[in-house]
């Protein structure tokens, strides 16, 4: 059974930072794609990062040099450092796996712009201005 925890959102003001967390268990951490998306009421599912099981990664160009995706395979979780967050930051964030895909950041990326495989309940991120 795969299970996704994320953890670590909260309220900040604009211009602050937050560490996301997914804590991972059920499978084989290391050895399939994950990543982060984002949702708010109203809004389409929005692909936040990808991380591939070569390690490589993908940020979506709205975030790209404010955020980062990584992993620490020996407590097997996922992380997502956030800097110089934005009110349009706004919205939950959840941790996505797909045990049945492999490979670099780019073969990843369907997992968080399509929601394959599994996600977890989701961590509120809401930045004021």
């Known amino acids: 059974q795969v299970e996704l925890v994320e953890s670590g959102g909260g309220s900040v003001q604009a211009g602050g930072s937050l560490r996301l967390s997914c804590t991972a268990s059920?499978?084989?951490?290391?050895?399939?794609?994950m990543g982060w998306f984002r949702q708010s009421p109203g809004r389409e599912r929005e692909a936040v990062a990808a991380?591939?099981?070569?390690?490589?990664?993908w940020h979506a160009e709205s975030v790209k040099g404010r955020f980062t995706v990584s992993r620490d395979n020996i407590k097997r979780i996922l992380y997502l450092d956030m800097m110089s967050l934005k009110p349009e930051d706004s919205a939950m964030y959840y941790c996505?796996?797909?045990?049945?895909?492999?490979?670099?950041?780019?073969?990843?990326?369907?997992?968080?712009?399509?929601?394959?495989?599994?996600r977890g309940q989701g961590t509120q991120v809401t930045v004021s201005s």
């Open positions: 996505a796996a797909d045990t049945s895909r492999k490979g670099s950041a780019g073969s990843c990326y369907p997992v968080v712009r399509y929601g394959l495989g599994y």
């Open positions: 059920g499978y084989t951490y290391s050895s399939y794609c």
């Open positions: 991380l591939g099981t070569d390690g490589s990664t």
